[in-house]
């Protein structure tokens, strides 16, 4: 019996078997034999780079194919999931940079760019669908609120460039830039389907995996490498830099190793 009829007996979904036997295959390619020390090597690369939730989805993969494998003594146990509070809800970078390199992998490069797009603009998904190639070409998207108020959203020189060559590869000069099946723009219900989709896909947690996540992680790295508040609010056409400010929120962790290093008195 392979894996995958192993599987399908449990009565697991289409999506949870799918990741299962893409996590197992990973791990075949990567690690030469199925030992402890192996196990615990890969049990580390997924803690390193990836969230609480997706690396116990992993692990629950590795340890359905033990147990179809008879090898129960290797088990994995689980890592805990501590309390998140709002900014430990965003997609993390190595999320977002692994779930990019695997669209690209995979070929699937206009969700490759609805991705990069979300992360690197900072637009809200209901301005992404309104991207033209005209404003690629520009450089950037005038926005302009109910009030009359303008808003500029940028596209960033190297997401520009790696754009314009992937529109020469489909021939298109003009028009609305992520196009469903039928040739017409996508709807924001369409991306966000599909992102879960790709979430499950491979093996990420799908509370993270959502168009708004991305628009999160913009405004996190933007502050983190680049200080300036009432910038980041123009950008991201907030009215006020109090709904900003969330983006300063440190953890319930650094909150408690600052605690413990300042007040000594």
Not at 133 to 150: A, C, I, T
């Amino acid at each position: 019996m392979t894996f995958e009829n192993y599987l399908k007996k449990e009565n697991l979904s289409e999506h949870t078997i799918s990741v299962y036997l893409w996590t197992v295959e990973y791990y075949e390619k990567n690690y030469d034999s199925l030992s402890k020390e192996n196990l615990l090597a890969y049990k580390g690369y997924l803690i390193e780079y990836f969230k609480p939730k997706t690396v116990n989805l992993r692990i629950q993969a590795i340890n359905k194919y033990l147990e179809f494998r008879k090898m129960n003594q290797l088990r994995l146990s689980a890592v805990k999931i501590q309390q998140k509070n709002f900014l430990e809800n965003v997609v993390s970078n190595a999320d977002y940079n692994f779930l990019k390199k695997q669209l690209k992998k995979d070929g699937n490069m206009q969700w490759y760019f609805v991705v990069w797009y979300l992360a690197a603009t900072g637009a809200r998904v209901s301005e992404l669908i309104k991207i033209k190639v005209e404003h690629v070409n520009l450089g950037y998207f005038d926005l302009y609120s109910k009030g009359g108020k303008l808003r500029r959203l940028y596209i960033p020189k190297k997401l520009r460039e790696e754009t314009q060559k992937w529109l020469e590869t489909e021939c298109r000069t003009y028009g609305y830039l992520f196009l469903n099946k039928f040739g017409q723009r996508i709807t924001t219900r369409g991306i966000s389907q599909q992102l879960k989709n790709y979430a499950d896909k491979y093996g990420l947690d799908k509370k993270v995996i959502y168009p708004h996540s991305f628009r999160h992680l913009y405004a996190k790295n933007f502050l983190e490498k680049y200080n300036d508040i009432a910038l980041l609010a123009d950008l991201m056409g907030h009215e006020s830099i109090e709904t900003t400010r969330i983006y300063l929120r440190r953890t319930a962790t650094e909150q408690q190793e600052l605690i413990d290093k300042i007040v000594t008195w």
